[in-house]
């Protein structure tokens, strides 16, 4: 049996993360990863036959991989930031925030919400995130603080609005525009099943989108969410890793042995440590033991559009709209509406949804046939839980996708199936993956793009936040206590606790 000093189960980007920072360490490495490739959920595609683009097929914005892992692995990479945050349609105007011209922003409150009242309470609000970003940011990288330490470093004011009351509650109280509190809530909603009037996971999922970084900035990956992947394969490569696609891990046994399927033979390996790149789901399978599966909660739908669709709202230019994220039917009521219809079992009427689209800031990831006559579109609904999918995932696929599709297109100037691209062969691109899609085609359990329920990114316990109740197996995925979306931070973790730091 071979023997490693550290095997890591999974090749997705936070196993490739801990392989690199370990095998520059010096250690003998070794990553199993059951797909042809590496990457996980953070590559891009050609998703459409005949259509040269790449997609960022499922994760496909960057914001919590911090630049301090960039730099330490000297990673070939871009993140380009967006000029537009975010535009929400309303009636026939809108509300646009403009990184760049803070007046442009105040005048869009102000037709908006018929005052000056929300705009500030805007910046009080986000200025105290940004606080917040600044000082726990660092903290995510280092061994776990107690409460008490976190609490004093955040202050008393944050501590208690984001991470003791229910956030739907304090954005009740702090704005008064359905329209705002919307915008400021879907944050707390992405890929989490929760009423953020009353649940606490809500507040975790908001505090993950707004610290990544130390800035909180959603940057767009240049050359598409796979150029993160290679990056970090490439750098775990040149530090010495050996990196086996098309193997499967079928066991873990507490002692380090890993039990693995490639080639159609069983084969087995041991090492010091096993670092466990998979959701907690899958260890407690490959470890013998009962699964307890989560529940995802999201539509994702990716299309290329021959052009961007008219907007009502004829002051905006769709450039600007599309370029940042383009919130459709988030308002606070509607959020609250839909979150409703799904947990009593049923495909939500106008299913909330937020697009972007890639290629307005990176046009690298379209062909170069394609530059200037097509566009990337992304849209990832909320209030989609599996659930909701499992009796008969293609029928409610098809009733999902037709109801976002009527629900994008409530807020448009025209429907948004006349600007899908089509392939050679006349099919519209576009292409629609619910959670049971990602626990079938991904293997992630219950389709829960977190691997579970974000945890907060404290412990009076202290360790890293990586263990796994056994001595040699630890935790690299987003399954860890901090992580969630393409971070990286549960893969430098792990390396960490491995190394002694």
């Not at 050996?242 to 039990?259: F, L, M, N, Y």
């Not at 739908?301 to 002051?315: E, I, T």
Request: net charge negative; hydrophobic share 40%.
């Amino acid at each position: 049996m071979s023997a490693y000093d550290v095997v890591i189960a999974g090749g997705g980007h936070n196993g490739l993360v801990a392989a690199a920072y370990l095998a520059r360490a010096g250690r003998r490495v070794l990553v199993l990863e059951r797909l042809d490739h590496v990457g996980g959920l953070a590559i891009s595609a050609q998703a459409f036959p005949g259509v040269d683009v790449r997609l960022s097929r499922y994760s496909y914005l960057v914001s919590l991989l911090p630049s301090k892992i960039v730099k330490d692995l000297g990673l070939d990479l871009e993140l380009r930031r967006r000029r537009y945050a975010s535009y929400t349609p309303k009636g026939d105007g809108g509300l646009l925030v403009d990184n760049q011209d803070a007046g442009r922003t105040e005048e869009s409150f102000r037709a908006v919400t018929g005052g000056d009242a929300d705009y500030r309470a805007w910046l009080d609000f986000y200025a105290m995130t940004a606080r917040v970003a600044q000082t726990l940011a660092p903290t995510l990288l280092e061994p776990l603080r107690p409460a008490k330490e976190v609490e004093a470093l955040v202050g008393a004011e944050a501590w208690r609005e984001l991470f003791q009351r229910p956030i739907g509650e304090v954005v009740d109280e702090r704005f008064h525009d359905d329209t705002v509190r919307g915008v400021v809530l879907t944050d707390a909603l992405i890929g989490t099943f929760a009423d953020p009037a009353a649940e606490l996971v809500a507040n975790r999922c908001f505090l993950y989108h707004v610290i990544g970084d130390g800035t909180g900035e959603w940057n767009v990956p240049v050359g598409g969410m796979g150029a993160v992947s290679g990056a970090l394969e490439a750098a775990a490569r040149e530090a010495g890793a050996e990196i086996r696609t098309g193997a499967e891990v079928v066991g873990i046994s507490p002692e380090g042995e890993v039990t693995f399927v490639a080639d159609g033979r069983e084969h087995a390996v041991s090492g010091g440590r096993v670092l466990v790149n998979l959701p907690p789901a899958v260890l407690d399978r490959v470890l013998g033991r009962t699964p307890e599966v989560p529940e995802g909660a999201q539509l994702k739908v990716n299309m290329v559009l021959s052009r961007l669709p008219r907007l009502k709202d004829a002051a905006v230019d769709p450039l600007a709209a599309f370029s940042g994220t383009f919130h459709i039917n988030e308002g606070r009521d509607q959020l609250a509406r839909a979150h409703a219809q799904a947990a009593s079992g049923r495909i939500p009427d106008l299913p909330p949804a937020e697009v972007y689209c890639h290629s307005l800031t990176d046009p690298s990831i379209l062909g170069p046939q394609l530059r200037g006559k097509a566009e990337t579109m992304t849209l990832f609904g909320l209030h989609m839980p599996a659930r909701l999918f499992r009796e008969n995932p293609e029928k409610a696929r098809e009733a999902a996708l037709n109801a976002t599709l009527a629900s994008i297109n409530s807020v448009l100037a025209e429907p948004i199936e006349d600007c899908l691209l089509r392939t050679p062969d006349g099919t519209p691109c576009i292409e629609a993956k619910t959670p049971v899609d990602l626990e079938t085609e991904a293997g992630l359990p219950g389709g829960h793009i977190f691997h579970r329920d974000l945890s907060w990114p404290y412990s009076d316990e202290g360790g890293w936040g990586v263990e796994s109740g056994y001595e040699r197996i630890l935790l690299c995925g987003a399954g860890a206590r901090r992580g969630g979306g393409v971070s990286g931070i549960p893969g430098h973790n792990a390396a960490m606790a491995v190394l002694g730091a």
